[in-house]
């Protein structure tokens, strides 16, 4: 078994018999698509909400075309759209504060720009850990298709 | 992808910019803790994202983080980073008699104001010897993992391109074992009025 490390801002795919991992999620989003058929499974760490309108080369910075990526990727790997699940953690807000500045609330934000992805591409979503103020750190076993949540301070758990 | 990059003469001005800022802030907090603060040589350099949180022990090392947003004539993000054991010493100097696990909300709020001196004191250094206009928001303290507390910090420049110019100086003092760092992160927007007004010469 490979565990294959996705950075920030990137997205890769795994065979059935590796795990794919993301560390230190806090506003951003970890998203992980997965074919039970195949075993197949793939994740992205996005950033920010939305490409920018000029469009990129960095989908997989972005909420938005970001889920379209790694579609796209798994579909190329042998993946059936049609047949991809979905499991998601971070976005939170790690600075709790008064003020307005926007900057600040990007992670619900992130969240939300996911969400409207998968609905678009009519993808189930199985379990979901967002929000709050903790880091993330995540890993998906494509065995069990359990995505691990491990935080700072409260321990690991499965969703 | 429009990537920043610093010519020699850039990344001199920006180290010195860190350097006399994180002095002034070294100084204030050797006011704070009544002995000698000292500090690194200050790096200015174009990071990937990956690489900001390997500057203070990896994206999953437990620390505490201190934001204050800089505005005005220039923008950027401004972090007082502390290891929680700094953050513990530091607490134990300042409210003697705190001896609690957690963090408590007094606590917190002390390592705020903390914060919010320092990055002061190097925001100050920084409009005088510029002569730009600059405020600080409000400090906010998070306790987690370095990858998570530092996104915010590189969310500006991720608008624009895959790095940051990061200014980062260590500092610690002997005695009380606190060590801490401070990073300046320029909006990408920000880093050429910065250097204009340090008198650009690469024009």
Known sequence: MEVIRVAIADGAVARASD??????????VGVVLFESRSGLSGMVHVMLPNAPAAGTDRPTKYADVGVDWLVDQLHKAGAKPSQLRAKIAGGAQMFNTQSTNDVLRVGPRNVDAVLNSLNRLEI??????TGGSVGRTIEFDPETETLWVRTAFKGQYGI | MNEPNLSDWQADVLREVGNIGAGHAAMALSTLLQSEVRMSVTSARICQFDEIPDVIGGAE???VAVFLRMSGDLSGNMMFLLSLASAKQLINHLLPGEEAEDFTELEMSALGEVGNILGGSYLNALSLLTSLRLQQSVPAVAID????????????????????????????????????????????DSGMPLLQALGNRDE
Do not use: K, Y
């Open chain 2, 61 to 63: 090392a437990v620390i």
């Open chain 1, 124 to 129: 189930p979503l199985l379990a979901a850990d």
């Open chain 2, 145 to 188: 993992m370095a990858g998570a507390v530092l996104d915010i910090g590189i969310l500006m420049a991720g608008e624009v391109a895959d790095s940051a110019v990061l200014i980062h100086t260590s500092i610690w003092q002997g005695t009380t074992n606190i060590d801490g760092h401070f990073f300046l992160l320029p909006d990408p």
């Open chain 1, 19 to 28: 795990r794919l991992r993301t560390t230190g999620l806090g506003s951003c």
